[in-house]
């Protein structure tokens, strides 16, 4: 669609996201977010897109290089808030249809596909995208009238007072951004819920706006940090592919399960069992007798010896050695010494809670381990409670139960003290053989 421009919104500042730090930078399989949503846009025909960044991730993201029939431009926002990113928009596209996307957020293509074909249909309509949800969203919810038409955006209501079962995704569609901008100018400027104001002020003054309704599946929003584990699993190689590079090298009795990815340069050595859906990045080391399972393994990662990583995404530059990690999220530049354990079940079974800036979150998932943020140092034999965060740029010394959130540029350790008596105890000369004839 030549007309049509992508807006997408890149400028946020990710701090639901701690102790990974930038959400749309973060890579997936070897591409950041906005890498994906380039070939996304290309794939259902839009050859047009501003991204809206922020001051700390506009240089980065002006290093992507845009695909083969995708038109880039690039604009900084200077405040916070999705009514600021579509202004700063405005200074580059002021008129004609538009379409707006969230940058952290995967969309399935069948479900732009899908949208596309309707502003096809009524290109004067405007049209918001929105899923059911079957319990509670912390998020926008759409009210409807008896037509079947939006009557209002009710941004995060008291969970029990929502006006429906359809959550807002952020994929809306205007006829003519100007007419938005008109709005936004006016009630925009609450970087909190000013989008949200403009756009029920637009529907007051009369406008037509519809519902695209899709699947819980076509749309998977990153906000928490635990929502990289579901599009990681979204992301995932599926249906069997095996695509495995030439140059890996794979040593004896090693099992390779399903679906796989493996980049070129890896190793992977004696013992080991793969069981896809699994994903390994470039020059990554699998060391003896690992399990790998559902799991992304980033770039230069070395997994050593009986390391167990389940469910899990794992950044690149890792390091471990007999681990376990399961259904964590590990950044950049981590390393776990010999014995060091994610816990990711409660003992109750209970659902497990997250406290953002102080307030409990729910995270939905009764199964969660660690959310370790780039350049941590774990030592020996280090126990991580289920859902416990920690801040980039820290140290966890040998031995530490870990049951609160650590904050960046930490060292926690154990002071130990150690007392040295005389030894009286008389050692058994019993045989040990009937204890090894059990074994």
């Given at each position: 669609m030549k007309d049509l421009m992508a807006v997408l919104l890149a400028g946020g500042d990710s701090t639901r996201f701690w102790p990974l730090r930038e959400k749309n930078v973060i890579n997936l399989f070897g591409k950041t977010s906005l890498e994906w949503h380039f070939d996304q846009l290309v794939r259902v025909g839009i050859t047009r897109c501003i991204v809206v960044t922020?001051?700390?991730?506009?240089?980065?993201?002006?290093t992507i290089p845009s695909p083969d029939g995708l038109n880039v431009s690039f604009v900084e926002q200077t405040e916070q808030g999705q009514g600021d990113a579509i202004q700063a928009a405005g200074k580059i596209f002021s008129e004609g249809p538009v379409i707006i996307l969230n940058s952290s957020d995967i969309y399935a293509d069948a479900f732009l596909s899908l949208f596309l074909e309707h502003i096809k249909k009524e290109?004067?309509?405007?049209?918001?995208?929105?899923?059911?949800m079957a319990s509670y969203f912390p998020g926008g919810y759409i009210k409807v009238n008896i037509q079947g038409n939006i009557e209002e955006i009710i941004e995060k209501p008291q969970e029990g007072t929502e006006?429906?079962?359809?959550?807002?995704?952020?994929?809306?569609?205007?006829?003519?951004?100007?007419?938005?901008?008109?709005?936004i100018t006016k009630y925009g400027s609450n970087p909190s819920n000013g989008y949200e104001t403009a756009i029920n002020e637009l529907i007051r003054s009369g406008g037509v706006c519809k519902v695209e309704l899709t699947e819980r599946g076509n749309w998977c929003p990153i906000k928490y940090p635990w929502d990289m584990l579901e599009c990681m699993e979204r992301l995932l190689p599926s249906k069997q592919e095996k695509r495995i590079h030439p140059s890996v090298e794979i040593k004896d009795n090693v099992v390779i399960e399903g679906a796989v990815v493996i980049e070129e340069g890896v190793k992977i050595f004696e013992g080991t069992k793969i069981v896809g859906p699994v994903y390994i990045g470039k020059n990554a080391i699998i060391g003896n007798n690992n399990i790998i399972r559902h799991s992304h393994i980033g770039a230069f990662v070395v997994t050593g010896f009986s390391t167990?990583?389940?469910?899990?995404?794992?950044?690149?530059?890792?390091w471990f050695h007999t681990n376990y990690i399961g259904d964590s999220v590990i950044g950049n530049n981590v390393s776990m010494g010999s014995g060091t354990v994610c816990a990711n079940l409660r003992l109750d079974e209970e659902e497990i809670v997250s406290f953002i800036k102080g307030i409990k979150v729910r995270t939905g998932k009764y199964k969660l381990g660690a959310i370790i943020g780039n350049n941590v140092r774990i030592g020996v034999n280090v126990s991580i409670m289920p859902g416990i965060k920690i801040g980039q740029n820290s140290f966890i010394g040998a031995g530490v139960i870990v049951d609160n959130d650590v904050d960046e540029d930490k060292f926690v350790f154990l002071k130990n003290g150690i007392i040295t008596k005389a030894e009286n105890t008389k050692l058994s000369t019993v045989s040990r053989d009937k204890f090894r004839k059990g074994l």
């Amino acid at each position: 669609m030549k007309d049509l421009m992508a807006v997408l919104l890149a400028g946020g500042d990710s701090t639901r996201f701690w102790p990974l730090r930038e959400k749309n930078v973060i890579n997936l399989f070897g591409k950041t977010s906005l890498e994906w949503h380039f070939d996304q846009l290309v794939r259902v025909g839009i050859t047009r897109c501003i991204v809206v960044t922020n001051k700390e991730n506009s240089s980065h993201f002006k290093t992507i290089p845009s695909p083969d029939g995708l038109n880039v431009s690039f604009v900084e926002q200077t405040e916070q808030g999705q009514g600021d990113a579509i202004q700063a928009a405005g200074k580059i596209f002021s008129e004609g249809p538009v379409i707006i996307l969230n940058s952290s957020d995967i969309y399935a293509d069948a479900f732009l596909s899908l949208f596309l074909e309707h502003i096809k249909k009524e290109a004067d309509v405007l049209l918001l995208g929105a899923v059911t949800m079957a319990s509670y969203f912390p998020g926008g919810y759409i009210k409807v009238n008896i037509q079947g038409n939006i009557e209002e955006i009710i941004e995060k209501p008291q969970e029990g007072t929502e006006p429906s079962d359809m959550v807002r995704v952020v994929a809306d569609y205007y006829p003519d951004i100007k007419i938005l901008l008109s709005f936004i100018t006016k009630y925009g400027s609450n970087p909190s819920n000013g989008y949200e104001t403009a756009i029920n002020e637009l529907i007051r003054s009369g406008g037509v706006c519809k519902v695209e309704l899709t699947e819980r599946g076509n749309w998977c929003p990153i906000k928490y940090p635990w929502d990289m584990l579901e599009c990681m699993e979204r992301l995932l190689p599926s249906k069997q592919e095996k695509r495995i590079h030439p140059s890996v090298e794979i040593k004896d009795n090693v099992v390779i399960e399903g679906a796989v990815v493996i980049e070129e340069g890896v190793k992977i050595f004696e013992g080991t069992k793969i069981v896809g859906p699994v994903y390994i990045g470039k020059n990554a080391i699998i060391g003896n007798n690992n399990i790998i399972r559902h799991s992304h393994i980033g770039a230069f990662v070395v997994t050593g010896f009986s390391t167990d990583i389940t469910r899990s995404y794992i950044g690149d530059n890792c390091w471990f050695h007999t681990n376990y990690i399961g259904d964590s999220v590990i950044g950049n530049n981590v390393s776990m010494g010999s014995g060091t354990v994610c816990a990711n079940l409660r003992l109750d079974e209970e659902e497990i809670v997250s406290f953002i800036k102080g307030i409990k979150v729910r995270t939905g998932k009764y199964k969660l381990g660690a959310i370790i943020g780039n350049n941590v140092r774990i030592g020996v034999n280090v126990s991580i409670m289920p859902g416990i965060k920690i801040g980039q740029n820290s140290f966890i010394g040998a031995g530490v139960i870990v049951d609160n959130d650590v904050d960046e540029d930490k060292f926690v350790f154990l002071k130990n003290g150690i007392i040295t008596k005389a030894e009286n105890t008389k050692l058994s000369t019993v045989s040990r053989d009937k204890f090894r004839k059990g074994l």
